[in-house]
């Protein structure tokens, strides 16, 4: 298979594109999570089933050893599952207590924690989520944090900023919110959560039409839909890409292994090296 030879200084793969428990049990798509390579950050976002095989299956190869921060946005299986092997790939040579982990409070509550006790005393650093607190996991970037509705446990999204590199955001599991323009308008690539295809007043999950409408506002100059569910898989990606793009901003429907340059956002390359 003919793809890069190497990544870029800064990039975003997708270990997994999967929404919904029933993708993820089907394994139709990955639900490894998003690693990212930004401005002195190496880690994952939302390590679910999957992730450390994903990483150590990755081309270019990836290490988990190379990780210095890991990111839950929420306690979802989903999305938390591998955050102790990735932990432990974190911590794997350090004398000292090494790492930094972002996540919600609920993740390490009383006795029903979902990263280890003992493993966080491998690690250097534990932040909370709070909205709008910004944290500094490495070098000169920053995560800033939003507040999501999700299901009634603690969810945020994120920004990431800093480094000279672009802005970009993500926005997690969550019902559509109307602040969401405002709070991540400087975001020239957003990532959404687009679990379904059409809005479920009952499910608190982005739809299609949400984002569509949701990026009529802000008009970054890339959008990736990822987190998808049946419905959205069905309709396949050339169709969501080319429904929800506009003028002003590029939609692309993620694939399991899709690779974004951080210092050319525009510059998506999909698993095999087919670029577009
Ligand atoms: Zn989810
Ligand atoms: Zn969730």
């Known amino acids: 298979m003919p793809g890069i030879m190497t990544y870029p200084n800064n990039f975003i793969r997708f270990l997994g594109t999967a929404g919904t428990r029933f993708i993820m049990l089907s394994q139709r798509r990955s639900s490894g999570g998003i690693w990212f390579s930004y401005g002195g950050a190496r880690g994952v ?6 992730s450390l095989v994903r990483i150590c299956e990755a081309s270019p190869p990836l290490s988990p050893v190379d990780i210095n921060t890991l990111i839950l946005t929420h ?3 989903d999305h938390s599952s591998d955050v102790n092997v990735l932990a432990e ?3 794997l040579r350090a004398r000292e207590p090494r790492g930094f982990v972002l996540l919600t409070k609920d993740c390490l509550a009383d006795g029903d924690s979902v990263l ?4 966080t005393k491998k690690i250097d650093k534990t932040a909370f989520h709070e909205d709008g607190a910004i944290v500094h996991p490495a ?11 999700h299901h009634g446990v603690e969810c945020y999204g994120l920004i990431f900023r800093g480094g000279g590199l672009p802005t970009w955001g993500l926005i ?7 602040y969401f323009p405002e709070r991540y308008r400087d975001c020239e690539l957003l990532i959404i959560n687009v679990a379904l295809a059409f ?8 739809s299609m039409p949400d984002a569509t ?3 009529a506002h802000m008009r970054p100059k890339m959008a990736v839909i990822t987190h998808m569910g049946s419905d959205m898989l069905d309709m396949g990606e050339e169709f969501i890409s080319a429904r929800m793009s506009t003028a002003e901003t590029k939609v692309v429907a993620s694939r399991d292994g899709m690779i974004i340059d951080m210092d050319d956002i525009m510059n998506i390359k999909q698993p095999g090296g087919m670029e577009r």
Request: charged share 20%; proline share 9%.
């Open 45 to 50: 976002i939302d390590p679910g089933p999957g």
């Open 75 to 77: 306690r979802h299986v």
């Open 89 to 91: 790939g974190m911590t």
């Open 116 to 119: 280890m006790k003992y493993m």
């Open 139 to 149: 070098g000169g970037m920053s995560v800033e944090s939003v507040l999501h509705f």
């Open 172 to 178: 997690s599991d969550t019902a559509p919110m109307g």
């Open 199 to 206: 809005p479920r007043s009952r499910l608190d999950h982005m």
């Open 213 to 215: 409408s949701l990026l």
